[in-house]
């Protein structure tokens, strides 16, 4: 994936195995918990390609988060906020190799951000 790519959808919903249950079977995604992700089961869509996760639903989650790739969550977060953006989350490492963030643009959409390598 390159630079401005849609990475991964996060699903807020207020029931884990019951959001799994039903995007697994309205859409045949599979959906699994992968070692080190427990309580964040991850899906598959059968082009085995898109994917993302189904959250728990929080306040200030409500809304389905797509993530997007940058070369660097700290430049890209520099550049919104010199746009009229501000940080949701600041940048947070998921393993060795990736991080994320998530910025907020000037109408209050949250967008995710993704740095790294898929998987670690």
Do not use: C
């Not at 195995?17 to 992968?34: C, D, M, V």
């Not at 390609?49 to 959250?55: H, K, N, P, R, T």
């Not at 953006?85 to 995710?112: C, F, L, Q, R, Y």
């Amino acid at each position: 994936m390159a630079h401005g790519d849609i990475t991964h959808i996060d699903i807020p919903v207020a029931d884990l195995a019951a959001g799994a249950a039903f995007y697994a079977e309205l859409f045949g995604w599979k959906i699994a918990e992968p070692p080190g992700f427990e309580g964040y089961p991850m899906w598959h869509a059968p082009n085995g390609i898109s994917g993302g996760g189904l959250a728990p639903r929080s306040e200030g989650f409500a809304q389905p988060r797509s993530y997007v790739e940058v070369d660097s969550i700290d430049e890209t977060i520099a550049q919104a906020e010199a746009s009229g953006g501000s940080v949701a989350m600041a940048k947070s490492p998921i393993d060795e190799t990736s991080a994320w963030a998530v910025i907020v643009d000037p109408d209050g959409n949250h967008i995710g951000l993704y740095e790294g390598t898929p998987g670690g």
